[in-house]
Nanobody
Framework: QVQLVESGGGLVLPGGSLRLSCAAS????????MRWYRQAPGKEREWVAA????????NYADSVKGRFTISRDNAKSTVYLQMNNLKPEDTAVYSC?????????WGQGTQVTVSS
C-alpha cells in the first residue's frame, strides 16, 4: 500500500522556521522525483519545490527561492522541506507528491500557519 505521510507543520511566527518531512512507503522511493505543493484557503494548489530521484537537482518556485530548501534521504525514503524566514503568505496546507512518468502519489498534507 502506497503511503506518503507528512509531518512537521504547525504555527510559527513571521521570520521563523519549520522543517517538513514526508515519509514514503509502498513504492520504490529512490526512482521517483519528489515535489512539495501547497494550497492556501480559497486559492489553487501551488507547486513549491522539486528534487530529482537522486537528489542532485532541485528547483523552486520564485516565491520561496532563497528561503526554502528541498532535500531527500533515499535510505530513509523521506523528503524534507526546510522553510526559513517564513512569511504570513506561506500559510497553507503543504503536501508532498511522488511522480514517475504518469504515476502520481499524494500525501494528506500538513498545515503550516505563519502568524503573530
Amino acid at each position: 500500500q502506497v503511503q506518503l505521510v507528512e509531518s512537521g507543520g504547525g504555527l510559527v511566527l513571521p521570520g521563523g522556521s519549520l522543517r517538513l518531512s514526508c515519509a514514503a512507503s509502498g513504492f520504490t522511493f529512490s526512482s521517483y522525483w519528489m515535489r512539495w505543493y501547497r494550497q492556501a484557503p480559497g486559492k489553487e494548489r501551488e507547486w513549491v519545490a522539486a528534487v530529482t530521484s537522486t537528489g542532485t537537482i532541485t528547483n523552486y518556485a520564485d516565491s520561496v527561492k532563497g528561503r526554502f530548501t528541498i532535500s531527500r534521504d533515499n535510505a530513509k525514503s523521506t523528503v524534507y522541506l526546510q522553510m526559513n524566514n517564513l512569511k504570513p503568505e506561506d500559510t497553507a496546507v503543504y503536501s508532498c507528491n511522488a511522480r514517475w512518468g504518469l504515476i502520481n502519489y499524494w500525501g494528506q498534507g500538513t498545515q503550516v500557519t505563519v502568524s503573530s
